[in-house]
């Protein structure tokens, strides 16, 4: 058996040079993966938008022009093609989690939450939205508003949310389920989640986060469209009250016509 030590030099690298290749292999792959569930939700919004005016208005951190051009004809997204409605998370990360929110059936809060991360279009900017919302109650648990894809700036942001707002008191075993999003299965993340016991689970298509999805367009549509933004500022205060309004006072025909604050009151565990 050829010890480690002889392997690492016969292949001409370090140990230490070797991990630092598989991380950085690993970062780039977790990038282009965010960056494609994000331009998929963009084409499916702006059908016709070429892939350079998407470079310009997404502004990948890390990634060149010519580089996003790139991606875009790889991932076939060059051709003005309609937009896949229905897959709308690039599959080929590290991770995956199985999916085991599909089959559960809930009947009170902190059984499971669900995330997803959207964009949204300001002037000649796109930001980025993440939601986390309990599954039963629709309650948003956490959220944030970002001008990059990193982690810290979306997942673990509304992640430390919620857990600031569950005043850290978790019990173990809640699903936290979203989609294969880079965001997802990064080291501070499932740091985080492991600290507090979630069960990871991920979907492979869209429908598969439904509520979600739902979640996304409700505060786009139904709330943030409807103000005159016009810069970040803005968009983080219209974001705030947005979420107050329709976890507080919009009322739910799923929840009984109860908002989901009431809910969350009821069932409090």
Request: hydrophobic residues 30%; proline residues 2%.
């Amino acid at each position: 058996m050829v010890s480690l030590n002889k392997f690492y030099t016969a292949i001409g690298i370090s140990k230490q040079g070797l991990h630092q290749h598989l991380n950085s292999q690993l970062s780039k792959h977790s990038i282009f993966e965010n960056l494609y569930n994000i331009i998929i939700q963009i084409r499916a919004d702006h059908p016709t938008l070429s892939c350079r005016a998407m470079y310009y208005k997404t502004q990948p951190e890390s990634i060149g022009r010519d580089k996003f051009e790139q991606l875009c004809a790889e991932w076939g997204l060059v051709q003005e093609k309609p937009a896949n409605r229905i897959r709308t998370t690039y599959s080929t990360g590290v991770i995956r989690f199985e999916n085991i929110y599909k089959d559960v059936v809930f009947t009170a809060i902190n059984q499971a939450y669900v995330s997803d991360i959207t964009y949204y279009e300001v002037g000649d900017r796109f930001y980025y939205i993440t939601f986390i919302m309990d599954a039963f109650s629709r309650y948003i648990l956490g959220y944030s508003v970002s001008k990059r894809l990193t982690t810290e700036q979306t997942t673990l942001q509304a992640l430390e949310m919620l857990l600031k707002y569950k005043k850290y008191k978790l019990h173990p075993g809640i699903i936290f389920h979203s989609d294969g999003g880079g965001q997802y299965y990064d080291k501070a993340f499932l740091e985080l989640t492991k600290q507090y016991k979630f069960k990871n689970s991920m979907c492979e298509y869209a429908y598969e986060n439904g509520k979600a999805e739902r979640i996304n367009g409700i505060i786009k549509n139904n709330y943030l469209k409807h103000k005159n933004i016009k810069d970040f500022e803005q968009l983080q205060k219209e974001l705030d009250r947005s979420v107050s309004l329709y976890n507080n006072d919009r009322p739910h025909k799923s929840l009984g016509y109860k908002t989901p604050k009431e809910i969350e009151k009821t069932l409090h565990l």
